[in-house]
């Protein structure tokens, strides 16, 4: 967990202080993850606001692939050629955003020559340019590259690790509002920091089903979960059901959902979600919460046993 901590290089790579540097490399083994953050920088570079707001003129230019300060190389070989016009093009100066953007995603399709002819300018790095690197094989770039490079490591964040994260920055005191825009993981986690409850939430029923195998244990699981909001308990306790039917849409770590998924299976969870559904309408009506569970933990188990 504490690696996925340290992955925070996103946030501090990206320097939000702003103080940018010259060169990014965002790599990982998810090439369309890569090149979705890369490009939501890239356009937070050019946005009028800064936050890649999507509104201003900087932000519709750059989605219209009309910026006059961005280019974006994408192409199954990058040859020398294609770095000299883009070098060609770094001596001008910026003509409407503050800063020239030369975005190169899955940089590992430049050749060696070509880039050779890039560390040169990577090496003399011009003060109105950034350029934007991506790459899924961070081996096929030159050494000498990739030391001229603030490299970005994007990673494949479960919910936890979110969670984690963002608590993190959050004591860090790290403004990440700057960079973010709605589609943009980090919202999201930050969201999730500020749902504390809502992980505890998950946890304990986790833990609940984990260690209820047999109508015996419920007296003990009931008395041991404590919920502080009930009616939480209810949507998480569904949304947790639901991503164990649904593998697509599921967004828990699987660790979360396993001891669920270890004992019921589809059939039983169909049959499960109107009984949680039933639970819910109870608390609405003032039944206590000690009494509605017992039974919902009673009947989900008889289901259980019912659809092996
Ligand atoms: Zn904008």
Redesign the pocket.
Known sequence: MLESVKQTSVYSALKLNNVLSHAYLFYSADKEKNNQIALTFA??L???????????????QFVGNSHPDVIVLQQDSIKVDDVKLLIEKLSTKPISANKKVFVILNAETINETAQNKLLKSLEEPNESTIFVLTTTKTDKLLPTILSRLNKVFVPNFSVNDKFLISNELLKQNIDISKFVEKDFSLTEMLNLATNEEYFKTINQISQLFYNLNSTADIPKVASALEVENKQLFFSCLTEMLLSCLNEKENKFDEKILLPIKLKFNNKALMKCLPLVDEGYKYLMSNVNFSYILDNLLFNMLKEKFLCK
């Open positions: 356009r937070s050019v946005c009028t606001n800064g936050t890649g707001c999507g509104i201003c003129n900087g932000c519709k």
